[in-house]
């Protein structure tokens, strides 16, 4: 793991999340409007490096401190790695050797009817759509902090169905059950835990396959953008403290 990083000067009061998939797409979108309310990030990227740069430098312009670190869910071994490095990172960058909010947003498509899936696709969806977020959660409890919030990435997908969406959405619906549970488990702890399941979002997710999605479907007339989630999450991070154990879903009213 290389770390990209900008300053290196220590604080205390400022806030730090660590978001998994934030080089692009709706976990870009959510470091930059964390940025704006004086949150620093610990940002996961899997390939797009120079994507990763950018975000570090537009968290900068915004005022705040990121990290970017190169990370595949899909492998276990990076996993642990990731969690057993991240006191140390977290102390070289910020000054303090725990962090507040945990995102676990990265993900990838994959579209195909339940006569195609492939056990090649079941089990990479599984991968980094539910095993990920339930080991990463796990290998990091000791570093979040009591108080802190944690935010699973859903889809709108385990409410409304649409086909060639079975495999993805079964993996986002175990990520909810999760969510739950980790309400139950870290609330003496004062850990929140909330799911957020956005509907169809203009990203680069499944190839822009969403853009093709009518806007009809939903009570608002039009796909979602980034900017729709991105500052859904950082006002549920900021504000939502009483807020534990729910599904909330960001979709315009998708198919309601
Ligand atoms: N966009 C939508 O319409 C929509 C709707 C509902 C839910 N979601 C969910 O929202 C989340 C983000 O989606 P998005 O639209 O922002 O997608 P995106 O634009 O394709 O970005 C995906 C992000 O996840 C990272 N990533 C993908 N596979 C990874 C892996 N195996 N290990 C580590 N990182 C990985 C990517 O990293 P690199 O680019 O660096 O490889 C990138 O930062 C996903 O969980 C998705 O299921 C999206």
Same mark, same amino acid.
């Given at each position: 793991?290389?770390? !990209?990083?900008?300053? @290196?000067?220590?604080?205390?009061? $400022?806030?730090? /999340? &660590?978001?998994?998939? *934030?080089?692009?797409? %709706? ?86 009817? !339940?006569?195609?899936? @492939?056990?090649?696709?079941?089990? $990479?969806?599984? /991968? &980094?759509?539910?095993? *990920?977020?339930?080991? %990463? ?120």
């Amino acid at each position: 793991m290389h770390p !990209i990083e900008t300053r @290196t000067d220590s604080s205390t009061e $400022r806030k730090i /999340a &660590v978001i998994t998939g *934030a080089s692009r797409g %709706l976990g870009k979108n959510m470091a930059l409007h964390l940025a704006e309310r004086g949150v620093d990030i610990v940002g996961t990227y899997r390939e797009a490096e120079a994507e990763a740069e950018d975000v570090v430098a537009a968290v900068a312009a915004r005022g705040g401190r990121a990290t970017m670190v190169r990370l595949d869910l899909a492998t276990f071994a990076d996993i642990e790695a990731f969690a057993a490095n991240l006191p140390a990172m977290l102390q070289a960058t910020f000054g303090r050797v725990t962090f507040d909010y945990l995102v676990n947003n990265a993900g990838h498509g994959n579209y195909t009817m !339940i006569a195609e899936t @492939t056990e090649a696709d079941f089990d $990479r969806l599984y /991968a &980094v759509h539910l095993k *990920a977020p339930y080991f %990463l959660t796990q290998k990091v409890l000791s570093t979040i902090v009591d108080g802190g919030r944690i935010l699973n990435i859903s889809s709108g997908l385990t409410r409304f169905s649409t086909p060639g969406s079975s495999a993805y959405a079964m993996m986002k619906g175990g990520v909810e059950v999760f969510t739950r549970y980790l309400a139950r488990e870290l609330g003496p702890r004062g850990i929140s835990a909330n799911t957020i399941a956005p509907g169809a979002i203009e990203t680069d997710f499944g190839g822009g396959r969403v853009r093709r999605i009518v806007a009809a479907m939903t009570a608002q007339g039009r796909a979602g953008l980034p900017d729709d989630v991105g500052s859904a999450v950082a006002a549920l991070l900021s504000d939502g403290g009483w807020i534990t154990g729910q599904r909330i879903e960001v979709s315009g009213g998708m198919q309601v």
